[in-house]
């Protein structure tokens, strides 16, 4: 059974570059879609972009200008960086298998990382 | 994009008792070619992420209990708890993966009354 993982760091200060990985275990990263989505505390959720295992990606175009996927398929593991961050990027940050290729649902879902903008 | 609107925001029910709600989608969802609705929906337990519980707007994930139900088609959908029971209190979205930016519904958040 396939679990995702999301590491990194907890606090980031306004203006650097948020970096989140996503580490997928119990299967392999190869033939999937790979998605980030974020919650702000208390609020819903927002897509924030996916990538394919051949290192494709669909960006959310309210990110698209300060967003980088990747993807590394040899240690199973994907990641994003967010630059020139605000508090407003503040959330938890998850990532989730689109287990379908071709159909962009999520399942599963990592526990999340709650991030925090703050100087 | 696709604006997905839920509601109501929140709603108080009993237990045993049935709890309705809605989602509609700023456009249609409905892939005509394949005649599926592209709608899931989500259940978000506190401090837990959120679980896929139906998807193609009726269609159950396996394990997901049968008093769950989703139906609708087009632009306007619902998600049924037939008999609500203390473990469904979460809060419950909708999301649209008809076209990308792919879009989640507010929440609804469900609790006992």
């Known amino acids: 059974q396939v679990q995702l993982r999301e590491s990194g760091p907890g606090l980031v ?3 650097e570059t948020l970096s989140l990985t996503c580490t997928v275990s119990g299967g392999s990263i190869d033939s999937y ?3 980030w989505i974020r919650q702000p505390p208390g609020k819903g959720l927002e897509w924030i972009g996916y990538i394919f295992y051949t290192g494709s990606t669909n960006y959310n175009p309210s990110l698209k200008s300060r967003l980088t996927l990747s993807i590394d398929t040899s240690k199973n ?3 994003l960086h967010l630059s020139s961050v605000t508090a407003a990027d503040t959330a938890i940050y998850y990532c989730a298998r689109q287990p379908v290729l071709a159909y962009n649902y999520f399942d599963p879902w990592g526990q999340g990382t709650l991030v925090i903008v703050s100087s | 994009d696709i604006v997905m609107t839920q509601s109501p925001d ?3 029910v009993s237990l045993g008792e049935r709890a309705t709600i809605s989602c509609k ?3 249609s969802v409905l892939y005509s070619s394949v005649n599926k609705n592209f ?6 337990k506190p401090g837990q992420p959120p679980k896929l519980l139906i998807n193609w707007a009726s269609t159950r994930e396996s394990g997901v209990p049968d008093r769950f139900s989703g139906s609708g088609s087009g632009t306007d959908f619902t998600l049924t708890i037939s008999s609500l029971q203390a473990e469904d209190v979460a809060v419950y979205y909708c999301q649209q993966h008809y076209s990308t930016p792919l ?3 507010g929440g609804t958040k469900v609790e006992i009354k």
Not at chain 2, 39 to 44: E, G, I, S, T
Request: net charge positive; proline share 4%; glycine share 4%.
């Open chain 2, 25 to 27: 989608s700023s456009q």
């Open chain 1, 77 to 79: 593991q994907f990641s």
């Open chain 2, 103 to 105: 879009t989640f519904g």
């Open chain 1, 13 to 15: 200060k306004p203006s």
């Open chain 1, 33 to 35: 879609y790979w998605s």
């Open chain 2, 10 to 12: 929140s709603l108080a």
């Open chain 2, 39 to 44: 709608l899931a929906w989500y259940q978000q």
